[in-house]
């Protein structure tokens, strides 16, 4: 299975670590990312709260699991996207 973690922080690359660590997880994505998340999945650059720009990403990386990190997106809606 493609996952997408969205977020940049130490929470996202927690989520990570324990995601990559999965025999489910074909392929990891992080968006956008840090230093640490390069060393366990891909990173991508993308605006969190750009919903048309995630729905973009999720069909193109064929995702099948979004987790969402930060609380920006989730106030903003991107559950009801």
Known sequence: MNILILGAGGREHTFAYKVAQSKKCSQLFVAPGNAGTAKIAKNLQLDLNDFDAVA???LEKDIQMLIVG?????VNGITDY
Do not use: I
């Open 56 to 58: 973009k990403l999720v």
């Open 70 to 74: 930060p609380e920006d997106p989730l």
